[in-house]
């Protein structure tokens, strides 16, 4: 069984903690990068469009989006 890392991270003022599998963080840690972000502030992005999802759901599900709008895709009619 993979075992989840918390992280705190502050977000709109409020100190929160979450966990994510390894594979996770060093994903949200490259987008952070790329988009030349903090992870809070990527963190906080997605927060505001979570919607009734918990966060680090709406994390695990916005970096499966983001995997598959950075895909190209070939043999499409």
């Known amino acids: 069984m993979v075992k989840e890392f918390k992280r705190s991270l502050t977000i709109a003022g409020h100190r929160t903690s979450l966990s994510l599998e390894p ?4 994903a949200l840690t490259q987008a952070a990068a790329a988009r030349k972000i903090s992870l809070a502030s990527l963190v906080a992005e997605i927060d505001s469009l979570r919607g009734e999802r918990n966060l680090s759901s709406a994390i695990r599900v916005w ?4 995997k598959g709008r950075a895909t190209p895709v070939t043999g499409a009619r």
């Open 63 to 66: 970096l499966l989006q983001a």
């Open 23 to 26: 594979e996770f963080w060093e």
